[in-house]
């Protein structure tokens, strides 16, 4: 049983680097994979409009896709740190609960 203040915030801290730990490497290998991609449509619009491959019409439909690519990745990271963040609260819940006697 938990009944000091300092074992208490530990148990907090623990937990809390426990669940975020785990989900920022399922981020990190998302985001990694995903800007990966956006860098590579960047640099090839970039040497498609340096070499005239692209014109100004073709510029500007694939600035457009490449927008719609990057809200999309930003778009997913919000949800995945929001999944994250309720995953953290249900688990620091979770041991007060216990610290209290009311386990679930």
Known sequence: MITDIAELVQGIKNISSEVLGRD???I???SERQ??????NTL???Q???N?????DLQEYFL????IMTQNYVDTLKGIMLVTLEKLWNAVMDFLYKVIG???
């Open 24 to 26: 920022v490497t399922v």
């Open 28 to 30: 990190s290998g998302f």
């Open 35 to 40: 800007v990966r991609m956006i860098a590579e």
């Open 44 to 46: 090839t619009i970039q």
């Open 48 to 50: 498609g409009i340096a």
């Open 52 to 56: 005239g491959d692209i014109d100004s």
């Open 64 to 67: 457009g896709k490449l927008k």
């Open 102 to 104: 009311l386990a679930t």
